[in-house]
């Protein structure tokens, strides 16, 4: 099988690599591709050694399949081109997530929406894969009806210039800004760009993807996103409201039986989801599990996930091994 690895030199691309190995995937042919700044280097690859090549190189290879987190601008530029020769393209970016024809997956939720005729498969933004990692096998079961939600996300959400101004500012050395203040010991209240509605890119991707993914545009959502001094890991508050009651005994069992999540929750013994507990893992953790006593059928979640893997690379190769199974 021969898979491309698009933006393999950043920091999503990286852990795609690291991924494809920890599920088997060492011994097909990878091919690495990236910005022409950086071909020609090298990239460990397991027991090998990766040469970059150019995306456009790695378009003539005939792929299976290409992984990308290239960028949207790439995306837009190179994702079509992959497709026209019959390679499936699985994007991280946010280029083609809205696309009406594209189906926005998380495996264990939707991977029935992809057709066997599409090329292009878009990957959700990392805070919508946790949340609806939980959301979405409660919803089939009480139906929800509301979701308020508020992100906690660390700066490798942002990108390796992000995480580079924070260990910066921890060591007091100046240096390039990622954000517009520090955030080192510091809480900005924002996720990407500003809209003239006075949210953010960040939080507008929450509640279209929902809709989309959920197939519910009827769903109300309300979203605030900011960013937290952490190297890895988004932190979510999540308040749902369901259109059935339930007994708060269902919602751990629901969550229990579910795949890709872990309940820890036992406050009295400190035992709840952390950025530190989920950094390097594949699940979706979900603690502090309570009744909203101020709706008729509300709950909250605190839901906690690596933003690299489950929130983007591993889900990408997810989506690739489901569709590999049904060849």
């Given at each position: ?23 088997g ?21 397991g ?54 024809d ?12 992809v ?21 979405a ?22 990108g ?58 009827e769903?109300?959502?309300s ?16 308040n ?30 400190h ?57």
């Amino acid at each position: 099988m021969k898979i491309a690895v698009v933006g393999a030199t950043g920091m999503v691309g990286n852990v795609m690599l690291q991924v494809l190995r920890e599920r088997g995937f060492e011994r097909e042919e990878i091919f690495a591709a990236a910005s022409p700044k950086s071909v020609g280097k090298e990239i460990q690859f397991g027991s090998r050694r990766l040469k970059v090549i150019s995306v456009e190189d790695a378009v003539e290879k005939g792929c299976d399949f290409a992984v990308f987190s290239a960028g949207s601008k790439a995306s837009a530029q190179y994702a079509p081109m992959f497709a026209a020769k019959g390679t499936v393209v699985i994007d991280n970016s946010s280029c083609w997530r809205m696309n009406a024809d594209v189906p926005l997956v998380i495996p264990e939720i939707n991977i029935d929406s992809v057709r066997a005729e599409d090329k292009i498969i878009a990957n959700p933004n990392c805070s919508t894969i946790q949340m609806l990692m939980a959301v979405a096998p409660l919803d089939r079961v009480f139906g929800v009806k509301r979701i308020v939600v508020s992100t906690y996300q660390s700066v490798t959400g942002t990108g390796v210039k992000a995480l580079q101004q924070l260990c910066n500012e921890e060591q007091g050395i100046e240096g390039d800004m990622a954000y517009p203040h520090r955030i080192h010991r510091n809480v900005l209240p924002f996720g990407g760009t500003f809209l003239e509605n006075g949210y953010t890119t960040e939080e507008e991707k929450l509640v279209n993807e929902t809709k989309k993914i959920l197939a519910k545009p009827e769903i109300k959502v309300s979203a605030m996103v900011a960013r937290v001094p952490v190297k890895g890991g988004h932190s979510e508050s999540v308040n749902l409201e369901f259109e059935k009651e339930f007994k708060l005994g269902q919602i751990f069992d629901i969550l229990e039986q579910s795949k890709g999540i872990r309940v820890l929750d036992k406050p009295s013994e400190h035992i709840y989801p952390m950025p530190v507990i989920s950094e390097g893992q594949d699940d979706v953790f979900v603690g502090r599990i309570r009744r909203d006593f101020t709706l008729d059928n509300g709950v909250n979640l605190w839901i906690v996930a690596d933003n690299l893997r489950k929130g983007a690379a591993t889900n990408a190769i997810q989506i690739m091994q489901e569709l590999i199974k049904r060849k």
